[in-house]
T-cell receptor
C-alpha cells in the first residue's frame, strides 16, 4: 500500500498567478501521476512523472502550463501556471507502488479555486 | 481510444436495499479494472481491484464482477447504508500506455435513511 499526502489541501488564487502543489509518498515509487478533476467531471490524467527524466504529458496538457518536478522517488510537485478560472479543479496525485496489475492509490487532492 | 461509461449517473435508494452500479468499456485490452469511492471534496479510496483474468472480487458487502469480452463490470452493494453515500468511479488500466487509468464519469449514490 501507499500513503500519499498533498499540500495545500485547498487554495483560492487570483487569475494570472501560479500555484505549486506538493505530493509526498511514504514509499519509493517509480512513477507518480497527476490527475485533474474539474467540477462535476471525472478524473483526467495530466502527466506521468518519472524520477530523473522529463514528465510525459497527455494530449491537451503542456509543460509550460503544468510544469512538474520529480526530484526523488517519494516526492513530486505540480505547478499550475498563469491560472484562469477554468483551472479551478481538484488536483490529485497518484501512485502504483507495486506491479502494473496492482492497486493504484490516490492522495486526498488539492481543491483549487481561481477567481 | 478507450472510453469508460457508467450508468446510472445518479441513484437514490432507501437504506437496506441491494443495488447494482454498472460500468462499460470499449476496448477489452485492459490490465485490470478498479472500483473507487469518492466522498465530496475528497480523494479516491480503492474498493476493489479485478484482474483481467478474474471474474469477480468481494470485500464485505461489496462484490464486483468483470466480463472482459463484453466490456462490462458491475459493483453490487448489499444491504446499503447511509454511509455508502458517495460517488463511485470505475477505472480500467490500459495494457498500453504505461500504467494509465481511464475513468468513467461516476455514479453519485445517495442512500436515504
Amino acid at each position: 500500500s501507499a500513503v500519499i499526502s498533498q499540500k495545500p489541501s485547498r487554495d483560492i488564487c487570483q487569475r494570472g498567478t501560479s500555484l505549486t502543489i506538493q505530493c509526498q509518498v511514504d514509499s519509493q515509487v517509480t512513477m507518480m501521476f497527476w490527475y485533474r478533476q474539474q467540477p462535476g467531471q471525472s478524473l483526467t490524467l495530466i502527466a506521468t512523472a518519472n524520477q530523473g527524466s522529463e514528465a510525459t504529458y497527455e494530449s491537451g496538457f503542456v509543460i509550460d502550463k503544468f510544469p512538474i518536478s520529480r526530484p526523488n522517488l517519494t516526492f513530486s510537485t505540480l505547478t499550475v501556471s498563469n491560472m484562469s478560472p477554468e483551472d479551478s479543479s481538484i488536483y490529485l496525485c497518484s501512485v502504483n507502488p507495486g506491479q502494473p496489475g496492482d492497486t493504484q492509490y490516490f492522495g486526498p487532492g488539492t481543491r483549487l479555486t481561481v477567481l | 481510444k478507450q472510453e469508460v461509461t457508467q450508468i446510472p449517473a445518479a441513484l437514490s435508494v432507501p437504506e437496506g436495499e441491494n443495488l447494482v452500479l454498472n460500468c462499460s468499456f470499449t476496448d477489452s485490452a485492459i490490465y485490470n479494472l478498479q472500483w473507487f469511492r469518492q466522498d465530496p471534496g475528497k480523494g479516491l479510496t480503492s474498493l476493489l481491484l479485478i484482474q483481467s483474468s478474474q471474474r469477480e472480487q468481494t470485500s464485505g458487502r461489496l462484490n464486483a464482477s468483470l466480463d472482459k469480452s463484453s466490456g462490462r463490470s458491475t459493483l453490487y452493494i448489499a444491504a446499503s447504508q447511509p454511509g455508502d453515500s458517495a460517488t463511485y468511479l470505475c477505472a480500467v488500466r490500459l495494457i498500453q500506455g504505461a500504467q494509465k487509468l481511464v475513468f468513467g464519469q461516476g455514479t453519485r449514490l445517495t442512500i436515504n435513511p
